[in-house]
């Protein structure tokens, strides 16, 4: 829970020191970093994973066992969702570009595009084209869930968006932000079309398709309430991250979210950035 500059350092220090580490996410600034991160815990033979708690909510859960049980099909486009309209976190390190490497993009968009690549199971990225900006983000006394943030200390950009082609053909679009004059909002959450159906979680959890020539719609209860004095079971994904974190260690098993997956969602990230600077595609076979 340190900022993003120190995740490696600390990581590799721990694993050295025998033992098995939980990083917040990003996994790291840099792909560099988050490689040095997984060549620690396998020199060391230890534990290693990254705090993308979302991938334990209830909707999240059940949208992944249907895809795993192939229900979508062949999922060839995706869109991950990071947009908040105005909710800049203002305290601690967050605006800073030199300690985070970043703002909404390897914030809450590493919520969402991990989410996209577990779902789709696809973690071969081809090729990444990026946009940032830095427009609200100038802007003094606006409006904003925390209070109004400093323009001066704003480094970071308040906008990024990324468009990722798979080296299968899959296509996926990665949209964030913490400040967009968008009634559009959503956060950590994903959207997906396969051969055979299609799935979100905009409006709760929906999954859709075709049966019987005719297009269908069904919205997932989760809840199981049932009756008026009983609201069903409730999942903490932040109790339910842990209990498996440490389940993991206890017996043997490998991490829910393994560092090779977190690793390509640094990758990704740290390639919509380099593209954003150059004005070029980002080709991930070259690196």
């Not at 909710?87 to 967050?94: E, K, L, Q, R, S």
Request: proline fraction near 3%; hydrophobic fraction near 35%.
């Amino acid at each position: 829970c340190t900022p993003n500059n120190t995740h490696q350092e600390i990581t590799v220090a721990a694993l050295n020191a025998n033992k098995h580490v939980m990083c917040e996410k990003p996994m790291a600034k840099t792909s560099e970093e988050a490689q040095l991160m997984i060549d620690a815990a396998v020199h060391n033979n230890k534990k290693l994973t990254i705090g993308y708690q979302n991938r334990f909510r209830a909707d999240s859960q059940y949208l992944r066992k249907v895809t795993q049980r192939g229900d979508l099909g062949d999922i060839y486009f995706s869109k991950a969702h990071a947009i908040r309209r105005r909710a800049v976190p203002t305290w601690g390190v967050f605006l800073d570009e030199e300690k985070q490497g970043g703002g909404p993009l390897i914030d809450i968009g590493t919520h969402a595009l991990d989410l996209t690549l577990w779902m789709m199971d696809n973690y071969e990225p081809e090729s990444v084209m990026g946009s940032t900006f830095h427009k609200l983000g100038k802007q003094a006394n606006a409006a904003n869930a925390w209070g109004s943030w400093d323009p001066n200390k704003f480094t970071v950009e308040d906008s990024a968006f990324g468009f990722i082609k798979m080296k299968n053909g899959a296509t996926i679009i990665l949209e964030s932000s913490w400040a967009l004059n968008s009634l559009d909002v959503d956060e950590a959450k994903c959207s997906l079309s396969g051969t055979d159906g299609g799935a979100d979680m905009k409006n709760g959890l929906r999954i859709h398709g075709e049966d019987l020539k005719t297009l269908y719609t069904s919205e997932i209860e989760l809840e199981n309430a049932g009756v008026d004095f009983y609201e069903g079971e409730k999942i903490d994904e932040a109790e339910e991250e842990a209990r498996a974190w440490i389940n993991s260690i206890t017996h043997n098993l490998e991490p829910v979210v393994k560092p090779k997956e977190a690793f390509v969602v640094t990758q990704i990230l740290e390639a919509i950035y380099e593209s954003a600077k150059t004005g070029q595609a980002v080709y991930l076979n070259d690196k």
